[in-house]
């Protein structure tokens, strides 16, 4: 697969989902894709035809706000028509402004409360692991959401449990709804937080396919794994690359028109 062109084809399903719906958060939504087309064209075990099959990986958006770029993802993957991408947001739309696992096919676990999907991967990894079915669980977060005293329970919990079939990974775009991470809330050395916890970590270019899956498929020795991916919020579009006002606005009819030319 060209991971380039596919990339690019998606990110025009994010920008258009956004438009035509008038809200939505694109930095995000174009930070994470790379990690997405990762984890579900390389790495997981799913069946788009059968979504609820018992033996499937399971996955967390915990930053539940960036859901257009999961929503592309799934549609691409035929859980869903892709003509439904153009209901985002709408009154009575499977696709709602964060993962609702009640509306929308492919999607495992509810999201929208920051730091919430981490303690629910434990969860889920933990009763997976006891039902043997080698299922694994991965849970992407958000770098701002990692202020949240909630992730760190849930990855000493992790720790604890020797939950090996557990990957967190970060899309570590280094902005927020309210600016630079460092200025909100530093994160210091979160790699080396995570491995302190007890994860086996690792670092890559969050928008290297090759890397990320390498990072994916690497031995951990027992442990939980957390991925720091290097990201920047809006990538692919000149306008929106780390620019902290497009974390939660949508694009204008020239402004969409723009992404898709530099898309193109």
């Known amino acids: 697969m060209d991971y380039c062109e596919k990339a690019k084809e998606l990110r025009k399903d994010i920008v258009k989902m956004l438009y035509l719906s008038k809200s939505g958060h694109p930095g995000g939504s174009l930070s994470e894709l790379e990690i997405l087309i990762a984890l579900y064209y ?50 009575e739309s499977k696709l709602q402004g964060h993962p609702d696992s009640h509306k929308t096919k492919g999607i495992d676990v509810n999201a929208g409360s920051l730091g919430q999907g981490a303690s629910v991967a434990v969860g889920l990894a933990l009763a997976t692991k006891r039902k043997n079915l080698g299922q694994k669980v991965y849970c992407l977060l958000g770098d701002g959401e990692c202020q949240e005293g909630l992730v760190w329970e849930a990855a000493m919990a ?32 979160i790699k080396s ?5 007890g994860f086996a970590t690792f ?9 990320i899956v390498k990072a994916l498929k690497a031995d951990t020795n027992g442990k939980p794994r957390f991925i720091q991916a290097h990201t920047v919020k809006g ?9 902290v006002g497009w974390h939660g606005k949508a694009p204008n009819e020239e402004e969409y028109n723009q992404a898709l030319e530099e898309l193109a």
């Open 42 to 91: 390389e790495v997981m075990n799913i069946d788009p035809k059968n979504p609820g099959k018992e033996d499937r990986d399971l996955f967390v958006l915990s930053k539940g706000h960036a859901c257009p770029g999961l929503y592309a993802v799934l549609a691409d993957k035929g859980y869903f028509p892709k003509d439904d991408l153009w209901t985002l947001r709408k009154a």
């Open 158 to 189: 992790a720790a604890h449990y020797k939950l090996d079939n557990l990957t967190f990974i970060l899309d570590n775009n280094g902005l927020q709804i309210d600016g630079k991470n460092d200025e909100v809330m530093s994160l210091g050395n």
């Open 193 to 197: 937080k995570f491995d302190s916890f």
């Open 203 to 211: 670092e890559v270019d969050g928008h290297n396919v090759e890397e």
């Open 235 to 243: 990538h692919g579009i000149s306008f929106m690359e780390n620019n």
